[in-house]
């Protein structure tokens, strides 16, 4: 059983790094954005008298949309791809236990999640000097990794219900709204007033309080509260995913 | 023994057509049976019962006395299919290599592709294979956990030439070894060439079950066809060794087992022939004499 997994686990990875997109996707596009976002006042104070600076807050909102997208596209897609190409049939028929093949996929998601954290950490480390206790690095990336466990969900939804061809577009067009509208890329405070009512309700925004909060922001819930909000969110989630996934199965293997 | 594969009043409807109405036979451990059948008889429908990819509307399909969708079953059992996919972005040793750590006593990695003769390809990216190419790869799959049991639904679509010689032999030497094969074919000579016995399913019935000897000399195999200018005197076409005999216009059509003494007869009696044509039957009006006939 050990060696199934292993051997699934690899070829996942294989299958991963050989699709350039994703690559762009989950480690450079993040560092485009940090750019854009964080390095001009990098080393000014969020606020006045604050020991954090702009440069750590983009950085950790930055890490909580990548790691968020990783799982969400990398089940997505990956899934919607693989029922396009007719891979679940003999996957089905042969005897590849279902449970192996769904934990390779999860492990493989989050060693690309915290390669994703590490080059994002080096890149804001060394070009806009942000600097942690190496306690508040490994909390940051442990909550961030643990916390989106509900985007796997929302992933394998994605996978199940869209075609190959719409998955890309479909996730993209429900993904980054919902990031914008979470304080991702602008604070929640500067949103436009119909969103700051929405943003405390939507799933990347308890998730990027966590992220917040690991680096000594103060946010407006507490770390319980976010808790439990991704507790709620994750069982919406993998409800949707098993409702997909019965339906899919239901249609060819009935 | 229990019987290596067994279908039990099988029946299977998608909505309100059934693919397959009540089939029942059993395959003893250790035979090559092929399953012949024209496109849409039910072939792929009994297979995927076979191999718990589709559940049956009633009846059972059995595997060793068990439970296809089981995993211990699983392990016992090889597949290649015609509608699947595998992935694109791995090298055929790495998915052969894949494959094969989920059976308990898989065959070498290298011994399997050089069976089906992907040596030189074993470094290439299953999505640069050729189609014949993937489809021997399909097959070094089904055959790389050394398998007790193989089904093979259509093998040789799409198989080039060399793919389908090494098909065969590998064939060949996994039934003297023991193991189990089923193939589906819309071939006559394929399932003649290969098996030891062949059941014929049609319109989703199982029609006809014997040695490829028995089913040929019950399938008309070959196919004259003429015009005649002038109309038939009355029992020009009686007494002809034909299994069926179809005049429509003035274009005359005979199924026969001989079409070289329903030749020699037509020409004694002079009978008026123009445009003749004479071949071989193709499965689709074989399987009208089969089934017409009785």
Redesign the interface.
Known sequence: MG??FL??T??EM??FV??PAFGFFSLLLPLIIFVFFGLRQATVPLYPHSAITVGTYVMTSMAAYTVGNVMVFSFGMALAI?RG???D??L??????PAIYLLAKIVNAAIFALVALVVLFVFAHFSAQVDLATGTWVTLAARLLLGSIPFIGLGLGFGYLASPNSAPALINIIYLPIAFASGIFIPVNQLPDFIRGLAPYLPLNPFVELGWNAIGIPTDRTVTTDVLYLVAYAVGFFALAVWAYSRDTASK?? | MPNAIELIGAVKKYGDFEALKNVSFAIEAGSLVAMLGPNGAGKTTSINLM?????PTAGKALIFGGDPRQ?AT??RFG?M?Q????????KVK??V???R???PKPLPNDQVIKLVGLEDKSET?VRDLSGGQTQRL?FA?AIC?DPEIL?LDEPTVGMDVEGRRVFLRVIRDFAAGGKTILLTTHYLEEADELAQRVLVIDKGKLIADGSPQEIKSRVAGSKISFTSASTLEAGALSGLPVSTSDVADHRVTLMTNDPQAVLRELFRRNVDMANLEVRGADLEEAFLSLTGGK
Request: net charge positive; charged share 25%.
């Open positions: 060696r199934v051997m699934q690899r070829a294989l299958k050989r699709v693989e190409q007719k891979q049939v003999l089905r028929a042969s005897p590849l236990p293997f009935a | 191999l718990g990819l589709r559940r995993m699983r392990r597949a299919l509608e699947s996919g595998v992935p694109q972005l791995l790495e998915l290599e894949l494959f750590s989920y059976y990216l399909y799959l956990g089904f």
